[in-house]
């Protein structure tokens, strides 16, 4: 696969250069020309400064393999350049027309079970396809050629979501496009062999051309096989963005490139922390699933793709004004939702607010989506919505350019242990890796105290207290330096279901958990997933479901800090901790959820002496951000009730919110944002 050495060049400058930039995907390609003058009318009304345009405008650009239709582009550009608005310019290569699926059906993307997807749709491509590269590159190279020097251009957007709907791909050429990458990894088949395991159920390959995806088989697929694959799609659609990239560069040396990541509940494909380097700035697209954790999970993603760029300011390149249009039910948002979600991704970096879309489409698929400018018009709820928030980040221009101050508390991320916990064929296949972490990280803001998500393979001397969730995959190296941070005063907390296996997924033997059974003082024989209709207690009532690890403590100097009352473990320990010089080792063997790790967090926390910086009323009721530029701190407090609240004790000047004395009142959803002095 390419291989490049790649120096970003940071984030664009929207409109002044310094305000937060706001804006959405703007299609003006489905509307008729005079809609378009009322766009930009409402856009400058808005306070828009940036649109992404022309995502998904292949076939308009390209009606034919020979002909090219630039004409209504160079309008659009013009007229948002005239009007103050940058644009943030698709490469346009996210769903290819009709005219190349059908002259060259090898580009479909293929399932598991060996069926062709049909076009109809979006996104019907594969990305090691030579022949959609060449159609897709070439077009880039077009877009790049005519528009290098518009002025209007602040910033490439390489094709859509990449991996949205295709990123599992089984065809012939991601079979060819596979064993390359295998033999990059492993070098020859003896090494193969070994890592996938094939002296179990017959499996030893004896040449390349015999290794496959983990196509549809007769019965389980080779696990190491099947992780493997995920591993090579994440990078296969990474390679399809370098190629992109690499035209765009060509072209244009000073425009950021970016691409719109998908961090939020779902997409599991596309390891992002192995993405970030490859672009100037990181994006993200989020949407918010309601219910009990919605805005929770918002925060969550929001604070884990700012642990993916690494603590600097990133672009929220899509989020919805409204409802959505693809959940099973859609619901509207409720009234300050919308400010209140925008602001808490501002809070966790986000330099640019921008939603999906700019106009609400009348026909096609996304017609019930909503957008800033909704089926109603202007005159609409959403409108004036949109507008109060265009006219609300104005006041946060302080803010760009500031990043995260980083917490003393990180929960880690890892995408080999999210793909490789919910392998089939495993103790229990009702286990979830990212509501486990999500769980962990709602307990956090129950306590008030903030807390990173971070990859897990980066550098955590910053952090006191570091929760790694369903750590599953861990190779000796990361068993390594986890011992030895915390031998150097870290407090670790791990669950169920950890330092199981290596990077080759083999499980580490001599007692579970293999990786970190000598640095938590512990052993368990078997694991011991639970029923549905199971629920031991703990010693102080707290149910737990799913898991319940029968622990026995090896270590003399372990602290069993819950036991089990009831169930097949009553009496043995559930939570443990071992103090390992200034530092400690916890280990949590059953799923508590968000409500019953609240308890134990706390108690690990006062161990490590990290404590909310909430005033004590408000703990669990307010979500506190911190930015930082090094002079100033900005406190981002979002309010998580459905009340409106007092939080007293506070000074600084408000550049959001009513602050009066030393009391700020936050309306129910309310966010404010205090400047202190650092
Ligand atoms: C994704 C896509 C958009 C749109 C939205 C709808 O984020 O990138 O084009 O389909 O979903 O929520």
Redesign the pocket.
Known sequence: MTDTTFEPLGMPHMGTGSSIGFGA?YNPDQWPREVWDEDVALMREAGVNVVSVA??SWARLQPTADTWDFAWLDEVMDLLHANGIGVDLATATASPPAWLTTAHPEVLPVTRTGETLWPGGRQQWRPTSPVFREHALRLADAMAQRYADHPALVAWHVS??LG?HNVWDYSDDAAAAFRAWLRERYGTLDALNAAWGTAFWSQRVGDWAQVLPPRQSAAQSNPTQQLDFKRYSSDALRDYLRAEREVLRRHTPRVPITT?F?VMRTPEGMDYASWAREVDFVSN?H?VHPGPQGHDELSFSANLTSGIAGGDPWFLM?H?TSA???QPVNRPKAPGELARDSLTHVAHGADAVCY??WRQSASGA?KY?SAMVPHAGRDSDVFRAVADLGRTLETLAPVVGTRRSPARAAILFDWDSWWTSEIDSHPSDRLRYRQEALDWYSAFLALGVRADVVPAHGDLSAYDVVVAPILHVVPADLARSLAEWVSAGGHLVTTYFSGIVDQDDHAWLGGYPGAFRDLLGIRIQEMAPLFDDETPRLDDGRPVSLWADPIDVVAAEVEVLSTYVDGAQAGRPAVTRRPVGQGSASYVGARLGAVGIAPTLAQILDGAGVHSELPVANRGEVELTVRTDGESDYWFLVNRTTEAIEVTGLHGQALIGDLSGEVLTLARRGVAVLRMDV
């Open positions: 995907d995502i998904f859509n979501e949205c719109n998908m697209d949407y899509e919805s959505v249009n693809w999906f879309q996304e989506h």
